[in-house]
T-cell receptor, first 110, second 114 residues
Framework: RKEVEQDPGPFNVPEGATVAFNCTYS??????FFWYRQDCRKEPKLLMS???SGNEDGRFTAQLNRASQYISLLIRDSKLSDSATYLC???????????FGTGTRLQVTL | EAQVTQNPRYLITVTGKKLTVTCSQN?????MSWYRQDPGLGLRQIYY???????DKGDVPEGYKVSRKEKRNFPLILESPSPNQTSLYFC?????????????FGSGTRLTVV
């Protein structure tokens, strides 16, 4: 079983739609969580950190459920420019070792 | 501009020929890390460093070496590359080890070993 699991997609949604990505992690010692965005053949870029209290950044909302070891990302009013792969990441230990999910591909269409 | 710089961007080499991929950051970050990305496997950590002269193995360290003699540089060394090391490699750095603001990644090095 992978340490961080995501639905690979692809998710094909029309512009303006709301889309939700889910992610589960197996290591209960994981301390910090993030969503990264990766465009094709480019480097991953931090989208947002994920907190137990939930956090929102514009059209993006992230949630963490430690009891269920579950992380989510909600994108409202999808734009064409949101098309990318979204990586769920768990951080563990004093050296903050990052474990990446394999990513969920999103394609927003007209 | 704050950034992580990797070189080269693309490299094709032959089996067994030693190579080094350089990584440099200008943000005075303490934490640096190397990842490889393969289809279906995602990003996997090769080595990481918490500070100068402090390095440790990640998930897939076999066949790789690193050094951290200066804070800004963290080169990845392949002493005897093999075809299974063909991959997309990313260097990344962070001030707080990813706990607060995540990691900043370099643009990647696409390595092909024939």
């Amino acid at each position: 079983r992978k340490e961080v699991e995501q639905d690979p997609g692809p998710f094909n949604v029309p512009e303006g739609a709301t889309v939700a990505f889910n992610c589960t992690y197996s290591n209960s010692a994981s301390q910090s969580f993030f969503w990264y965005r990766q465009d094709c053949r480019k480097e991953p870029k931090l989208l947002m950190s994920v907190y137990s209290s939930g956090n929102e950044d514009g059209r993006f909302t992230a949630q963490l459920n430690r009891a269920s070891q579950y992380i989510s990302l909600l994108i409202r009013d999808s734009k064409l420019s949101d098309s990318a792969t979204y990586l769920c990441v768990a951080s563990t230990g004093t050296a903050s070792k990052l474990t990446f999910g394999t990513g969920t591909r999103l394609q927003v269409t007209l | 501009e704050a950034q992580v710089t990797q070189n080269p961007r693309y490299l094709i080499t032959v089996t067994g020929k030693k190579l080094t991929v350089t990584c440099s950051q200008n943000m005075n970050h303490e934490y640096m890390s190397w990842y490889r990305q393969d289809p279906g496997l995602g990003l996997r950590q090769i080595y990481y460093s918490m500070n100068v002269e402090v390095t440790d193995k990640g998930d897939v360290p076999e066949g790789y070496k690193v050094s951290r003699k200066e804070k800004r540089n963290f080169p990845l060394i392949l002493e005897s590359p093999s075809p299974n090391q063909t991959s997309l490699y990313f260097c990344a750095s962070s001030l707080f080890g990813g706990r607060e603001n995540g990691y900043t990644f370099g643009s990647g090095t696409r390595l092909t070993v024939v």
